[in-house]
């Protein structure tokens, strides 16, 4: 599917964004958010990515929607507004726990859940609201390049 076609299937959805994944030697080397209009909001290099049945392939069931945003306690300023990008987006607020335990529900929701990772990265994870049991995919991002309004980076 080309660029123009994807932004022609984001304005007919009316989501508010696509991620785009790009591969590089069989794996998620970037992950693109484009708008409606085709602007690149945020543009994450990934050092890598877990897939569900690499972290936990006894976990088969069906996962609701997000239902938050978690960065750990004295998380860094980058991990913060890695986690604000995807926490306006998505239309919640950040929270700062010690942990993902804090934000059990007896929903079966996912917690995007963002904190420091060695060498000023990123492990961006994703938890069951229900049960805390990690769901994957675990990403760890080296790099992020946020657009501004005007389309500058």
Same mark, same amino acid.
Request: hydrophobic share 35%; proline share 3%; charged share 30%.
């Given at each position: 599917?080309?660029?123009?076609?994807?932004?022609?299937?984001?304005r007919q959805s009316g989501a508010q964004a696509a991620? =785009?994944?790009?591969?590089?030697?069989?794996?998620?080397?970037? *992950?693109?958010? *484009?708008?409606?209009?085709?602007?690149?909001?945020? $543009?994450?290099?990934?050092?890598? @990515?877990?897939? &569900?049945?690499?972290?936990?392939?006894? /976990?088969?069931?069906?996962?609701?929607?997000?239902?938050?945003?978690? =960065? $750990?306690?004295?998380?860094?300023?980058? =991990? &913060?507004?890695? @986690?604000?990008?995807? @926490?306006?987006?998505?239309? *919640? /607020?950040?929270?700062?726990l010690t942990d993902p335990s804090e934000r059990r529900?007896?929903? /079966?929701?996912?917690?995007?859940?963002?904190?420091? @990772?060695?060498?000023?990265?990123?492990?961006?994870?994703?938890?069951?609201?229900k049960d805390l049991s990690e769901l994957g995919p675990?990403?760890?991002?080296?790099?992020?390049?946020?657009?501004?309004?005007?389309?500058?980076?």
């Amino acid at each position: 599917m080309g660029l123009t076609e994807l932004i022609s299937r984001i304005r007919q959805s009316g989501a508010q964004a696509a991620l =785009v994944i790009s591969i590089w030697r069989g794996n998620p080397g970037e *992950l693109t958010i *484009l708008t409606p209009d085709g602007k690149e909001i945020l $543009k994450l290099r990934l050092e890598s @990515a877990l897939l &569900r049945r690499e972290i936990d392939s006894s /976990n088969k069931g069906r996962v609701g929607s997000i239902e938050g945003v978690g =960065v $750990k306690i004295g998380s860094s300023e980058s =991990v &913060r507004d890695l @986690a604000g990008s995807f @926490a306006e987006l998505l239309s *919640l /607020n950040i929270e700062e726990l010690t942990d993902p335990s804090e934000r059990r529900t007896e929903k /079966n929701r996912t917690l995007l859940w963002f904190e420091d @990772a060695p060498s000023e990265k990123i492990l961006w994870t994703h938890y069951n609201t229900k049960d805390l049991s990690e769901l994957g995919p675990r990403i760890r991002v080296s790099s992020v390049r946020r657009s501004s309004e005007d389309g500058s980076e």
